[in-house]
C-alpha cells in the first residue's frame, strides 16, 4: 500500500510537472515571439485592476485564456466523428513517466527513486510511447471530415514515422555508450567528471547523436519549421482545423507537452538528467579536494531543480528555434529525415561501434 501511495504521489508530481511547465511554455513563446518582433505581445486581463506596475500577460495565459475555452461551444461539423484528441495528449504524458527527475531519496528504511516507472527498458518504453502520438494526429485529422484536416493528418503520420527513424538510431548510439537501456542507470553514469574538472555528460560523448535527436524530436512535436500538419498558409490549422473549445486547446497542450518531453529526454540521454557538477549525495566534491557535506533532502532538491532548469533552457531554445526558421516545404521535410539525417545517425551508429569496441 505505500509502494503505491509513493508511485502515486510521483506520478502526480510529473504530471502537474509537464502541465504546468506546458502552460508557462505558451506563455513565454508569446512574450517571447514578440520581444523578437518587436511588439509588445500579452498584456491585458489584468485581474488586480491595475495595482501591479507591471502586466506581462500571465493572467491572459494562465487563467483567461483556460476559462475561454472551457466556455467556448463545442462545434461538431457533419458527418464527423466525436474523436476525443485526448488520445493526442495521453502518450506524451505517460512518455515522462520513464524519464528519472533525480536520484534516490531514502526516508527511514525505504528507497524512493525519482522516477515513476523504474523500468529497465526505458528507452524502448519511451520509443514505443511515443510512436503512439501518431494515432492522436491521424484519427484527428480522419474523424473531422474535412479535406484539410485530412491531409494535415496524412502529413502528420509522414513526418512523424520519418523522423522517428532518426530519433531512434541516435538513442542506440547513447545505449551503445553507457551500455543499458535504464535511464536513470544512464543519468547516473553520467556523474563523473573528465579531468576532476568537466562534466562527463552524454554530449562529450554524442554530440552527433545530440544534434540528430533534438532534430528529430522537433520534427516530432510538429513545430516550426516543421509545422507541416499544422500549416495555417495551406491547410488553415490542419488536423485540428474543425476542433474548437477544450478540444483544440487539448491538442495545442499536446504540442507543448511534448515539448517538455523531447526535453526531458535531452536533458537526461545529453545533459546529465538531474547531475550537478561536483555535487554528490553526501554534498559538494570540489577539485581541490574540498567537501561540502549536505543533508540528503538538500541535495535531492537541488538534483530537481538542476533538472527542471536544463529542461526548461531546452524548451526555450525550441521556442527560440520556432520564431526564427521559416517553414520547410514538404518535400524539403521528407528529404531532410530520409536523405540527411538517417545516413548521418547510421554513420554515427557505426563509429560509435567502432569506438566502443576498441575502447573495450
Not at 475561454?68 to 461538431?76: N, Q
Not at 568537466?198 to 560523448?205: K, M, R, S, T
Not at 498558409?233 to 487539448?250: C, V
Amino acid at each position: 500500500m505505500i509502494d503505491v501511495g509513493i508511485a502515486g504521489v510521483k506520478a502526480l508530481l510529473v504530471l502537474l510537472m509537464v502541465l504546468n511547465l506546458s502552460a508557462i511554455l505558451l506563455w513565454v513563446e508569446r512574450k517571447g515571439s514578440a520581444l523578437i518582433q518587436d511588439r509588445i505581445g500579452a498584456n491585458r486581463a489584468n485581474i488586480f485592476g491595475g495595482l501591479l506596475p507591471f502586466n506581462l500577460g500571465i493572467i491572459n495565459t494562465l487563467i483567461a485564456d483556460p476559462i475561454k475555452l472551457l466556455t467556448k461551444e463545442d462545434v461538431i461539423p457533419a458527418g464527423a466523428d466525436k474523436l476525443l484528441p485526448f488520445l493526442a495528449v495521453f502518450p506524451v504524458l505517460v512518455t515522462f513517466a520513464a524519464v528519472p527527475f533525480g536520484d534516490q531519496l531514502q526516508i527511514g528504511s525505504t528507497t524512493i527513486n525519482l522516477q515513476v516507472a523504474d523500468l529497465d527498458i526505458g528507452i524502448l518504453y519511451v520509443l514505443a510511447m511515443s510512436s503512439l502520438a501518431v494515432y492522436g494526429t491521424v484519427l484527428g485529422g480522419w474523424a473531422s471530415n474535412s479535406r484539410w484536416a485530412l491531409l494535415g493528418g496524412i502529413r502528420g503520420s509522414a513526418q512523424m514515422i520519418s523522423y522517428e527513424i532518426a530519433m531512434g538510431l541516435a538513442l542506440i548510439g547513447a545505449v551503445m555508450t553507457f551500455g543499458t537501456l535504464d535511464l536513470q542507470a544512464i543519468a547516473r553514469a553520467q556523474g563523473h567528471h573528465f579531468f576532476g574538472v568537466i562534466p562527463a555528460w552524454g554530449v562529450i560523448y554524442q554530440p552527433v547523436g545530440f544534434v540528430i535527436f533534438l532534430i528529430a524530436g522537433i520534427a516530432e512535436t510538429k513545430r516550426v519549421p516543421f509545422d507541416l500538419p499544422e500549416g495555417e498558409s495551406e491547410l488553415i490549422s490542419g488536423y485540428f482545423t474543425e476542433y474548437s473549445g477544450m478540444k483544440q486547446a487539448a491538442f495545442m497542450l499536446s504540442d507543448f507537452a511534448e515539448s517538455v518531453v523531447v526535453a526531458g529526454l535531452a536533458t537526461t540521454l545529453f545533459f546529465g538528467a538531474w547531475q550537478v557538477p561536483f555535487l554528490f549525495r553526501d554534498g559538494f566534491h570540489f577539485p581541490g579536494g574540498s567537501v561540502v557535506a549536505l543533508p540528503q533532502l538538500v541535495v535531492v532538491v537541488l538534483q530537481i531543480i538542476s533538472f527542471t532548469i536544463k529542461v526548461f533552457l531546452l524548451c526555450v531554445f525550441q521556442i527560440l528555434v520556432r520564431w526564427t526558421l521559416p517553414r520547410y516545404r514538404y518535400d524539403q521535410v521528407m528529404d531532410l529525415g530520409w536523405k540527411f539525417l538517417l545516413p548521418i545517425a547510421l554513420a554515427n551508429m557505426l563509429v560509435t561501434g567502432v569506438v566502443v569496441v576498441l575502447a573495450g
